[in-house]
């Protein structure tokens, strides 16, 4: 079974710090997504991934960062930590490009709050 | 740009009553349609999923979705709902056309009184 891990599941940080999220699949995926849930508004793509070092923007973008040294990899910056980025951050997986018709499978989630 | 629309954000039921929670999307080319489920405290993870074929789909516990084309919807369905079905339900869509991308809906919170 595919494994999503989020190396936290609470995270606690100040206005401007500079924040790092990580994410680590153990199935040789070649999609990884990082996603922000809110109320109301569901799910919502930061930045997705399709090999490493390759990037792309999601809808909502702004404010963050990601990296991809390693393929099992895909960490999420926050560059200077605002309040308004307090959310639950997921990140997702997929197998190689074109596999759209698979599902993504996610991690725990990271509950993060900047105060 | 794609988008999804779920109906209502709160629904609440009794159990054994009958569940339809509505989705449509907004983009008209060939698409792969999924209903993704969150249980209070755990991750994400797929109840079922469209990608061709027969418009009904059937999913994990009991749950059922129908595709209809021509109103670009997915709803999904299950004739009898436990208290064990509370949690949060979001439609997705993906398509050729949209890369990789999932578009998702902005959920349902299911509450079911026992």
Redesign the interface.
């Known amino acids: 079974d595919v494994k999503v891990t989020q190396s936290s599941r609470y995270l606690v940080k100040r206005t401007g710090e500079k924040v790092f999220l990580e994410c680590v699949q153990d199935m040789d995926h070649e999609n990884m997504f990082w996603y922000r849930q809110d109320p109301g508004l569901g799910l919502r793509l930061i930045y997705f991934s399709y090999d490493v070092k390759m990037k792309e923007k999601g809808d909502i973008p702004e404010g963050y960062s990601v990296s991809r040294e390693k393929k099992e990899r895909f960490s999420l910056i926050l560059e200077s930590a605002s309040t308004n980025q307090t959310s639950m951050y997921l990140c997702a997986s997929i197998p190689g490009v074109g596999e759209i018709s698979q599902p993504q499978h996610f991690g725990d989630g990271t509950r993060l709050s900047i105060l | ?1 794609q988008s ?1 629309s ?1 109906h209502n ?1 709160h629904v609440i039921l009794s159990e054994a009553a009958s569940l339809e929670l509505g989705c449509n999307y907004s983009y008209g080319g060939t698409v ?1 349609l ?1 209903w ?1 489920v969150q249980y209070p405290g ?5 109840l079922l ?1 469209y ?1 061709s074929g027969d418009p009904l789909v059937k999913g994990i516990k009991g749950f059922e979705a129908e595709f209809i084309k021509s109103k670009f919807s997915f709803n999904l369905r299950k004739p009898s709902v436990q208290w064990s079905d509370t949690a949060e339900y ?1 439609c ?1 869509v ?3 056309e949209y ?9 349902t919170i299911l509450r079911v009184k026992s």
């Open positions: 740009a999804v779920q954000h792969n999924f993704y755990q991750h994400l993870q797929l999923k990608f979001f997705a993906t398509s050729m890369g990789n991308k999932l578009v998702f809906g902005a959920g």
